[in-house]
């Protein structure tokens, strides 16, 4: 039966992250290699990084409110446009997000900045942080971090950010710390 719950768990997290791709779950890697090959195509959009940090935001809805948790957007710079569109954006973002929900005690922020051609998304939450030593392994497909103790997530999300971010030219990194905290990068549109 344990296995049984496992399976549940993970299939039902497939499924939650696959929803922005409107995909089934076999279809997902396929789905996702395609969007990062699309990624030097969805440069020549642009998107407000407001409005995808709210997609985002909304798509952790559920997440944040199983874990009690609250959600915020605090953005010092309201106009920036990244050189991406909103669908993928958002879906660089949603990942990284959800994870904070998961894993933070209280509260999830979502900050957003620009700093000359880049437009920068700080996720923070106040949970207990990344070590120095997780900062890339959480990245790896399949890995979860070690403070993964709830049995949610399948340790697909964060890579997924990484490798769709790296498809417009963007990056998401972990910073260690006594509190969690991503830094999203994406190019700004001029």
Same mark, same amino acid.
């Given at each position: 039966?344990?296995?049984?719950?496992? #399976?549940?768990?993970?299939?039902?997290?497939?499924?939650?992250?696959?929803?922005?791709? $409107?995909? +089934?779950?076999?279809?997902?890697?396929?789905?996702?290699? %395609?969007?990062?090959? *699309?990624?030097?195509?969805?440069?020549?959009?642009?998107?407000?990084?407001?409005?995808?940090?709210? +997609?985002?935001?909304?798509?952790?809805?559920?997440?944040?409110?199983?874990?009690?948790?609250?959600?915020?957007?605090?953005?010092?710079? %309201?106009? *920036?446009?990244? *050189?991406?569109?909103?669908?993928?954006? /958002?879906?660089?973002? =949603? &990942?990284?997000?959800?994870?904070?929900?998961?894993?933070? +005690?209280? %509260?999830?922020?979502?900050?957003?900045? =620009?700093?000359? %051609?880049?437009?920068?998304?700080?996720?923070?939450?106040?949970?207990? $942080?990344?070590?120095?030593?997780? /900062?890339?392994?959480?990245?790896?497909?399949?890995?979860? $971090?070690? +403070?993964?103790?709830?049995?949610?997530?399948?340790?697909? $999300?964060?890579?997924?950010?990484?490798?769709?971010?790296?498809?417009?030219?963007?990056?998401?990194?972990?910073?260690?710390? &006594?509190?969690?905290? #991503?830094?999203?990068?994406?190019? *700004?549109?001029?």
């Amino acid at each position: 039966m344990h296995c049984g719950r496992c #399976f549940v768990d993970v299939a039902g997290q497939i499924r939650r992250i696959t929803g922005p791709f $409107g995909c +089934r779950p076999v279809g997902f890697a396929h789905k996702a290699g %395609r969007a990062a090959r *699309a990624g030097a195509e969805a440069t020549h959009e642009s998107a407000s990084a407001l409005e995808a940090a709210e +997609r985002a935001t909304g798509a952790a809805t559920e997440v944040a409110r199983a874990h009690g948790i609250e959600l915020a957007i605090e953005p010092t710079c %309201r106009d *920036a446009l990244v *050189a991406a569109n909103l669908e993928l954006t /958002t879906q660089i973002l =949603q &990942p990284v997000v959800d994870n904070a929900c998961r894993h933070a +005690r209280t %509260r999830a922020t979502i900050g957003i900045d =620009q700093a000359d %051609r880049t437009v920068v998304f700080t996720i923070g939450d106040d949970g207990e $942080g990344v070590s120095a030593d997780d /900062t890339q392994r959480i990245f790896v497909p399949g890995v979860r $971090g070690p +403070r993964a103790m709830d049995g949610s997530g399948a340790g697909l $999300g964060l890579a997924l950010a990484r490798r769709l971010a790296e498809s417009v030219g963007g990056t998401v990194e972990a910073s260690a710390g &006594p509190t969690g905290a #991503f830094t999203v990068r994406i190019p *700004a549109r001029p």
